[in-house]
T-cell receptor
Framework: KNEVEQSPQNLTAQEGEFITINCSYSVGISALHWLQQHPGGGIVSLFMLSSGKKKHGRLIATINIQEKHSSLHITASHPRDSAVYICAVGGGADGLTFGKGTHLIIQP | NAGVTQTPKFQVLKTGQSMTLQCAQDMNHNSMYWYRQDPGMGLRLIYYSASEGTTDKGEVPNGYNVSRLNKREFSLRLESAAPSQTSVYFC???????????FGSGTRLTVV
């Protein structure tokens, strides 16, 4: 069973700061997912990646397959970015294995 | 395009009662999943259906049953609810293979 570890568990930053959330996993995978969950809300898929780097707006996700590590970066952070960010791995039909999430608060 | 629709959004049950959580997707996805989310833990897979007509157990299937009614619908049934089943339940779907996941908005279930 793949073990997924995220760091930090909690992060509070000021508006405008560059944010990095890390994810490591124990077993080789075919795909890694970054998800966002607002308080009391549903889960939204941000990225699915199997190699390299992807960018969407102010969000950047990178993955290093050899090191079994991925990072999610947020540039020019804003209070609306406050949410739980979840890393998940798995590429098969049997679903995902999730990290416990990183609680991010961006203060104005 | 509604995506993945879950009903109900909230439910309170008494211990021993039964209920069915409904999930429907309108994206013609092949695979559907039920997860539970508990404080301090990552989401955990209860059951999944890789394609219409098939279902398989996930990590935490005890106390639950599922039905893949057709390609669109995947329901989760609690036959005799227990307080340990208090959780937030998420349904998800994907086209299959290398596709991304789409999640429903969740069902917050409390068993008293």
């Amino acid at each position: 069973k793949n073990e997924v570890e995220q760091s930090p568990q909690n992060l509070t930053a000021q508006e405008g700061e560059f944010i990095t959330i890390n994810c490591s996993y124990s077993v080789g995978i075919s795909a890694l997912h970054w998800l966002q969950q607002h308080p009391g809300g549903g889960i939204v898929s941000l990225f699915m990646l199997s190699s390299g780097k992807k960018k969407h707006g102010r969000l950047i996700a990178t993955i290093n397959i050899q090191e079994k590590h991925s990072s999610l970066h947020i540039t020019a952070s804003h209070p609306r970015d406050s949410a739980v960010y979840i890393c998940a791995v798995g590429g098969g039909a049997d679903g995902l294995t999730f990290g416990k999430g990183t609680h991010l608060i961006i203060q104005p | 395009n509604a995506g993945v629709t879950q009903t109900p959004k909230f439910q309170v049950l008494k211990t021993g009662q039964s209920m069915t959580l409904q999930c429907a997707q309108d994206m013609n996805h092949n695979s559907m999943y039920w997860y539970r989310q508990d404080p301090g833990m990552g989401l955990r897979l209860i059951y999944y259906s890789a394609s219409e007509g098939t279902t398989d157990k996930g990590e935490v299937p005890n106390g639950y049953n599922v039905s893949r009614l057709n390609k669109r619908e995947f329901s989760l049934r609690l036959e005799s609810a227990a307080p340990s089943q208090t959780s937030v339940y998420f349904c998800a779907s994907r086209i299959g293979g290398s596709g991304g996941y789409t999640f429903g908005s969740g069902t917050r279930l409390t068993v008293v």
